[in-house]
């Protein structure tokens, strides 16, 4: 993982490299991060098949991620605080990956494992899945942008590599070539980049306990929610079926997300903030 080296001097840049230190250290040791299925995956345990399930509940995050960055670049005025998200999102749109964003990868992943197309729009989505993409969404429009920073810096972009290293090595070991997991490897090597780039946004913007608090709280928040749909993605994986429960598919979920940003309710309850 990419080492925090805030950009300031003296006093204020030790202090700021300690917090961001244990934050760091916080979330490597989180259940998101060392959750069972991961575990299982970096040992090599999952199959080509279980990796195709695992694919048709994960790649719900994958289409509404960049969704999470522009509320966020609404949430603000300050073109300091836009910057850092500005360049994260060029790197999701495609410009470092020939053009082709993150969710055209993904889609390559599922159909080489056979859930493309129409398959995976009608794939039904947990309820836990539902309940991550809703309180990420209520996050960047009713919190500060400190807690989205929180959010989607360290409880993204810092966890990211680690818990992806795992599903590459297991990948591999389930015999999905480099061409096939191309999204998975992109994604490790550019989250360190973003990791990078956040932390530099926290030194300049975190700068005392109660701004520290709300990118911690922030962090906290969104490895809390990644944890559950962990939990949930395993049972999946181990054939429980997602449609117990589930208030619908890959594709109404996307028309959810619409009828959100229009004002319409979500259709699960989501957690509460804090």
């Known amino acids: 993982m990419t080492q925090i080296d805030a950009p300031t001097a003296g006093a204020t840049r030790a202090a700021s490299t300690d917090w961001m230190g244990a934050l760091q250290r916080e979330i490597e040791g989180s259940r998101a991060v060392t959750h069972p299925l991961l575990v299982r995956a970096g040992r090599g345990e999952l199959t080509r098949d279980q990796y195709a399930r695992f694919g048709g509940q994960h790649v719900a995050l994958v289409g509404v991620f960049t969704r999470y960055l522009e509320l966020l670049l609404l949430a603000t005025d300050d073109s300091s605080q836009k910057l850092w998200l500005a360049k994260v999102l060029v790197d999701e749109y495609g410009e470092g990956s020939d053009g082709h964003d993150h969710a055209e990868l993904y889609a390559h992943f599922l159909a080489r494992l056979g859930t493309g197309g129409d398959a995976r729009d009608r794939t039904p989505l947990a309820p836990a899945v539902w309940r991550h993409v809703g309180a990420h969404l209520a996050l960047c429009r009713e919190q500060p942008f400190l807690v989205g920073l929180g959010a989607f810096g360290p409880g993204h972009e ?41 932390a530099e946004a926290m030194g300049r913007l975190a700068v005392d306990e109660s701004t520290r608090d709300l990118v911690r709280r922030g962090a906290r928040f969104s490895l809390e929610r990644r944890a559950e749909l962990w939990d949930a993605t395993e049972r999946v994986v181990d054939g429980a079926d997602p449609a117990e429960g589930s208030p619908g598919t890959v594709r109404d979920l996307r028309a ?14 989501l957690p509460r903030f804090g």
């Open 256 to 269: 959810a997300t619409d009828a959100w940003l229009r004002g319409a309710a979500w259709p699960v309850e």
């Open 158 to 198: 810092w966890a990211i590599p680690p818990m992806f290293a795992s599903l590459v090595r297991g990948l591999a070991a389930a015999g999905v070539t480099e061409a096939e997991r191309l999204y998975f490897d992109l994604h490790t090597e550019q989250d360190q980049d973003h990791g990078a780039w956040m």
